[in-house]
């Protein structure tokens, strides 16, 4: 299926969830998707007939200024076809439903979603911090993160 | 080294040794070093080939070692991050003494790139551990490892093992 077509078959299952498409020049076409329904939107996009994406290439987590924007990236190994769904979520409550379930890639990806912006995914197993220490403050990847003077007794910069 | 230009001394020699006990134990010492790798990033990658037969580690007596408390020098090749930092303590604080650091590449000597502007890089392992050999390069060529593995044996072999307090100053 082509990007539009992948479009208009989510905007008949879902229809006030998938707000918009955008097929421009300088990025992959992707589907702008309501935060709240991220879950059964990948279900759907996993599992409907002519879809099946059974592949995540990517969970990415971008710091947008007033929001956080999670990107997915899927690809179908049966049909070939690809598809990018982003979502934004307020910074003070970045709450985003875990596709852990769907694609167990997910897992991971969530984690550094998580630790290095700060985007909770509910519903995901193990939410805790993959790269960084465990008693880490603050998600250094957003742009007012400011560093910590020390660290264990070390000096950071 | 100087022990064994002895053996051919005219006049000290026919299988006669005359020096110091120290000399001959820090002439072992030197000659026989174990160590424990902690390779973090392509440093350790510049390691694998120092190690290779074409420039040939081992030649120096050197043995790589997987337990800290066997080994006595700590090799630390590449980025230390504060997560590892803290291991790095704990892995030298399990020594046994004496014990050697070399700290190899411009990231574990003072941060590398990082040395600025990185909110998780150590800006220089000698800020956790005292730091004997400072090895330079990003990564280092095999031979500037040589030239740090002489330079660390060297050290070794100056040490002084009886009467340090004296020959220090302080008694």
């Known amino acids: ?157 | 080294m100087g022990l064994l230009n002895k053996l051919d001394d005219p006049y000290e020699g026919g299988g006669i040794v005359l020096g110091k006990v120290e000399e001959l134990l820090n002439w072992g010492r030197s000659k026989s070093d174990w160590y424990l790798h902690f390779g973090l990033a392509c440093c350790a990658i510049e390691f694998m080939a120092m190690n290779a037969s074409h420039f040939d580690f081992m030649r120096f007596g050197t043995i790589p070692r997987t337990s800290p408390r066997q080994a006595d020098f700590i090799m630390v090749t590449g980025t230390v991050t504060f997560k590892m930092a803290d291991r790095i303590k704990i892995l030298y604080e399990q020594m046994a003494e004496p014990k050697y650091v070399i700290s190899v590449g411009s990231c574990s000597n003072s941060g590398g790139p990082y040395w600025e502007h990185g909110y998780h890089v150590l800006k220089g392992i000698d800020l956790i551990i005292p730091v004997d050999v400072y090895i330079p390069g990003c990564p280092p060529r095999p031979e500037a490892f040589e030239e740090g593995m002489i330079q660390l044996q060297k050290k070794i072999s100056q040490q002084a093992i009886f009467n340090k307090r004296k020959k220090l100053g302080i008694e």
């Open chain 1, 1 to 157: 299926m082509t990007p539009q077509e992948i479009y208009e078959h989510l905007k008949k299952s879902h229809d006030t969830a998938v707000l918009e498409f955008v097929d421009q020049p300088q990025t992959d076409p992707f589907i702008r998707v309501e935060p709240s329904a991220v879950f059964d939107i990948c279900h759907s996009l996993r599992d409907d007939e002519g879809l099946e994406f059974d592949y995540m290439m990517s969970l990415s987590a971008t710091d947008l200024g007033e929001q956080l924007g999670v990107v997915y990236h899927l690809y179908a190994m049966k049909y070939r076809h690809k598809i990018v769904i982003k979502t934004e979520v307020p910074k003070d409550n970045p709450l985003v439903p875990s596709v852990e379930r769907l694609w167990r890639t997910a897992d991971w990806h969530e984690r550094e979603a998580f630790d290095l912006i700060g985007v909770v995914f509910e519903g995901h197993h193990n939410m805790i911090r993959i790269l960084l220490p465990y008693d880490w403050e603050g998600h250094p990847l957003r742009k007012d993160y400011q560093a910590p003077e020390t660290y264990h007794g070390m000096k950071v910069s």
